[in-house]
């Protein structure tokens, strides 16, 4: 990820879970990202080196409340450290059984981002957006 070019951009917005959501939030800083969109974030586990991170102020985690990989205290500790949103479901750490609230929730994200071109394509995605 970091040996991308991404100056052509005017917003990085990053996406990820369990560990995906960890390297993310690591990376957000050193990539310049305007926001973050974490699912089930492994943060303060053993192993992970990183324990201090610096999110973008438009970041959201959601997390399950029946998550046996990342204790959902981890979630916590993480949003009142650095204020950010939490968004707490009766899950396990895939989260599978939320798939269109989250799907909802990502929508209602990418639409906050003050972004002219960004708000096109989350509207085309909230005008398509099917499942079955």
Same mark, same amino acid.
């Given at each position: ?26 990376? #957000?800083?050193?990539?310049?990202? /305007?926001? &973050?969109?974490? +699912?089930?974030?492994? !943060? ?46 009766? #899950?396990?750490?895939?989260?599978? /059984?939320? &798939?269109?609230? +989250?799907?909802?929730? !990502? ?26």
């Amino acid at each position: 990820m970091l040996s991308l070019d991404l100056s052509g951009y005017d917003k990085i917005v990053l996406v990820g879970s369990s560990m995906g959501a960890y390297v993310a939030t690591v990376t #957000a800083a050193m990539l310049g990202a /305007s926001d &973050l969109f974490l +699912l089930a974030p492994a !943060f303060y586990l053993p192993g992970y080196q990183c324990t201090q991170f610096s999110p973008p102020e438009h970041t959201l985690v959601i997390h399950g409340w029946q998550d046996d990989i990342v204790p959902p205290e981890n979630a916590w500790r993480f949003c009142q450290q650095y204020r950010c949103q939490l968004k707490m479901l009766d #899950a396990d750490h895939r989260l599978t /059984s939320h &798939l269109m609230e +989250l799907t909802d929730e !990502f929508k209602r994200f990418l639409v906050t981002i003050p972004d002219e071109q960004l708000m096109a394509s989350a509207n085309a995605i909230m005008r398509n957006a099917k499942f079955r």
